[in-house]
């Protein structure tokens, strides 16, 4: 009778017949999809994901055959790779050993996200910038609570400020529920914080990974939930090369989670560093300031005297002012004396009523010889006078006028001297030796010079 039971085969015997059969029922084969989770360790091999939009591959390229692919392999890239399917038997992992890869064009999931983040960037969806509050009083992390990421977080705010007050959000950061939920809880923080006014910082992280892995945070609608946020918001999702529209949509973008909980607190070593150092430039302030009043008052010391000091002082003055004065006024004394002395000394040589007389007697002999000098001074002007009398007359119109000529003028007072020069009707005047006559010319007749006259 034969035994039914099959035969019992390890793990590797497994493995190995699988691998066996299944590289000798394909081969070598062409295959077309999307990169992701693309790996370079330091061996020089190169792993990555080749998917579709319903199924994903394993793949490995091996050093002695990545250093012909010239073009950067990239998660998103759409690329064809041509290789053997295997199986690595430690793990039993079904893999493709690749032995080439081309590039086919950008990934679906690449050029999706690049249009949604134009639309939304046109849109103003990405126009936030606000500040967080530094330290912020109550920080909100939305977050899974089985990811590195919070554990990066806590640790962080412990090391650098354990005075943070830190609530977990538990939220799903992988897959679809991702976005929903991260939506519900940001709106629910955001009808609460008028209860809550000290929850003043939402932190929405996660650690690294594949594009499909953090395509949740590329969600149009998260990104427009954060944007509409009242609470100020962080992003920190990934490592330093992702890059989501969460982060763009984000009040605050950090690089990595741990990045995020250094730019969110203080470093307290830093700060008691700082402290001290303050500490001790206050401390030279005030011994600085100190020691400078304490000149300044040593100086108003010197100078200020006892008021007895300055009254005996001013006191040695006024003796010494009158003194002398009183010198002064003796001195003046003495010389208005001498003087009254030589005054009434040469009073007495010459009295006044001695010049009194010597002066009538100049006045009576002045008087004598004035009235002597006046009758022949006036007689002398008397003959000069008459001669000049007798000059004048021999020269003065009026003799001629006075002998029976006349003087003629015109309405303007000129004198007429042609008879040319006056017109019939004209009136003149005539000055006689005697008065003076008012004519009208009735007639003109040019003598004998007058037409010889040009």
Known sequence: MTDPTPPTLTVSELN????????????????????????????????????????????????????????????GDRVKVRGRLSIFEPRGDYQLIAEAVQAA????????????????AEEGVFANARALPYPPRHLLVLTSPSGAAIRDVLAVLGARWPLA????????????EAAPAIISALGLLNRQSALSPDRDAVLITRGGGSLEDLWAFNDEHLARAIFHSRLPVMSAVGHEVDVTLADFAADVRAPTPSAAAEQLVPDRRELAQRLALLETRLGRGIQGRLEREGQRLDHLRARLRHPGE??????????????????????????????ERQLAGRLAAH?????????????????????????????????????LVRELQAVSPLAVLGRGYAILTDERDRVVRRAADTRPGQRLEARLGEGRLALEVTGVSPGADDREAP
């Not at 007050?165 to 679809?176: E, K």
Request: glycine residues 8%; hydrophobic residues 40%.
């Open 105 to 120: 064009g950008v990934g679906e999931l690449l050029a999706a996200f690049e249009r949604l983040k134009t639309r939304l």
């Open 165 to 176: 007050s830190v609530t977990l959000i538990p939220v799903p950061v992988q897959g679809r």
């Open 16 to 75: 190995r017949s699988a691998r066996q059969v299944l590289e000798g029922r394909f081969g070598e084969v062409w295959v077309e999809g999307e990169l992701s989770g693309v790996t370079r360790p330091s061996s020089g091999h190169v792993y990555f994901t080749l998917k579709d939009d319903r199924a994903q591959l394993r793949c490995a390229l091996f050093r002695n055959r990545a250093r012909f692919v010239s073009a950067p392999m990239r998660d």
């Open 310 to 339: 300055a009254l005996a002082r001013q006191r040695r003055t006024l003796d010494q002012l009158a003194g002398r004065l009183r010198r002064a006024m003796q001195a003046r004394l003495d010389a208005e004396r001498r003087r």
């Open 351 to 387: 009295p006044p009523a001695r010049q009194l007389v010597q002066a009538e007697q100049r006045l009576q002999g002045a008087r004598q010889r004035l009235a002597a000098a006046m009758p022949r001074e006036l007689g002398r002007h008397r003959e000069r006078l008459s001669g």
